[in-house]
Structure formats: C-alpha cells, structure tokens
C-alpha cells in the first residue's frame, strides 16, 4: 500500500513540475500565434478599407457620368418596371432616374405583393382562378404553377416586341391591348396579388425587375425566388428586352 502511494504521490509531483515547465513554452507559441494573427487582421482591415474607397470612387464616377454614359440609348422605348416584394426604393428609384437619362419613357411600374409567392393551397387556387378568367381569348396558358401562369398573363399585358400601331416610334402596346391589359391588371390589383402606378397597360417593349434588397431565405428553390424567375423568363420571352435588377445582397452571392 505504501508503495502504491508513493507512486501516485511521484507521478504527481512529475505532473505538476512538467505542467510548470510546460506552460512558460505554451505561453511563447500561444503570444506568437496571437501577433502573428493580430498582424494579418490589420492587414486585412487596412485591405478592406482601401478596397472600400475603390467602391466609393468608382460609384461617384458612375454617378457623374451616368447622364452622359446612358444619354440616348433608348430613345424612344417605352418601358415597365416590375418589382418584387422587398425591392429597395431606392434601386427602383435610381433604374426609374437611369431610365429617364437613357432617354425612354417608363410605361408605369408594377409591383408584386408577397401575396403574388404565397404557396398556400388557398391562395393558389385563388390565383389560378384569376388567371383562368382574365387570359386573353388568344393566349395558350403554357403547363406550370399558378405564378408561372399568372407571370405569362402580366407580360403578355404589359410587354411586347411590336412597335404600336398607334403611335409613333418604338412604343410597346401590351400583347393583349391596352384595354385588355388594363382589365387584367385591375383584377390581379383587385385579389391584392399586385400594386399599380403610372400607366403600364399601355404597353412597352422593354421591362425591368428589380428583385428583393436580400437573397430568399430558402435560397433557389424560395417561392419568392421561383416567381422573379418566372417573371423573368415570361417577360424575356414577349419583350425586345428584360434586365434583371438589384443590389448585389439580394443575389446571394
């Protein structure tokens, strides 16, 4: 018994010498380690800081040369904006004043509610309702989801790649009409699945959408994100044009 005790005492003491011994070099490597990684932070920040006033530079140019940059690029066009729910004002303010440089005339703006990506078995059957009701007699509805169909419905009333007969230049009439397109946009305005300014049923050749001020949370397969894709593609399809907008959280990238 004695013994044992004696060797539990040495092991110990050989543990509390070797601790002592041990922590004075941990130390050294552990303030090492710690200036070494203080050094590349301030690096970093300093990096940063001059990649910062890049950006900063580079804006203010933008800013100042965009009337001279945009001036008479799109004379004559007529375009619709398109914004999704959560779309900052101030990019669709900045597109609108971009817009207006570049020469074309912004039709009006149409602004999808949240209601629009809601994937409830209610709100769908509702949509998909509407839509059935409202679709030109001439338009065959493609195979998707309610969102996929209602977005073919808006672009063939608010975009289209024909000058309008009525009017001189390159202005848009909506493919449905202008008296058409104006019914179809009371009644999805009427189930609040959009909000309207300005006069986009008069039709446009050109859109623009501007997406939400930060990424959908599920990502890709978001409903919010499924239906700014299906805006995109239906838009794309019927207009001279379609430009997808936003800032660059909203990306996910």
């Given at each position: ?15 509390v010498l070797g ?48 009337p001279v940059l ?83 419905v808006l672009a ?98």
């Amino acid at each position: 018994l004695v013994s044992i005790v004696a060797v539990f005492l040495a092991l110990s003491v050989g543990i509390v010498l070797g601790s002592n011994e041990l922590r004075g070099a941990a130390l050294t490597a552990l303030d090492r380690t710690s200036n070494a990684l203080s050094t590349k932070l301030n690096a970093a920040n300093n990096e940063n800081s001059v990649l910062q006033q890049e950006v900063s530079g580079d804006r203010s140019f933008a800013q100042a040369a965009e009337p001279v940059l945009l001036a008479h690029l799109l004379d004559g066009q007529r375009v619709v904006v398109v914004t999704a729910p959560g779309a900052p004002a101030g990019v669709v303010s900045g597109v609108t004043a971009a817009l207006g440089d570049a020469g074309a005339t912004v039709s009006g703006q149409v602004a999808l509610s949240a209601r629009f990506a809601d994937t409830s078995a209610s709100n769908l059957s509702l949509l998909d309702q509407l839509t059935q009701r409202v679709a030109p007699s001439g338009l065959t509805l493609a195979n998707g989801t309610p969102q996929q169909q209602a977005a073919q419905v808006l672009a063939s009333a608010l975009v289209s790649s024909r000058p309008s007969s009525g009017s001189s230049g390159s202005s848009g009439s909506g493919g449905s009409g202008s008296q058409s397109a104006q019914t179809i946009l009371s009644s999805y305005s009427a189930g609040q699945f959009i909000t309207v300014s300005g006069q986009p049923a008069q039709g446009a050749t050109l859109a623009v959408i501007v997406t939400p001020a930060s990424a959908p949370a599920a990502g890709n397969s978001d409903p919010a994100n499924q239906a700014i894709v299906s805006l995109a593609q239906e838009f794309g399809s019927v207009s001279e044009a379609t430009v997808v907008a936003g800032p660059s959280a909203g990306s996910g990238q």
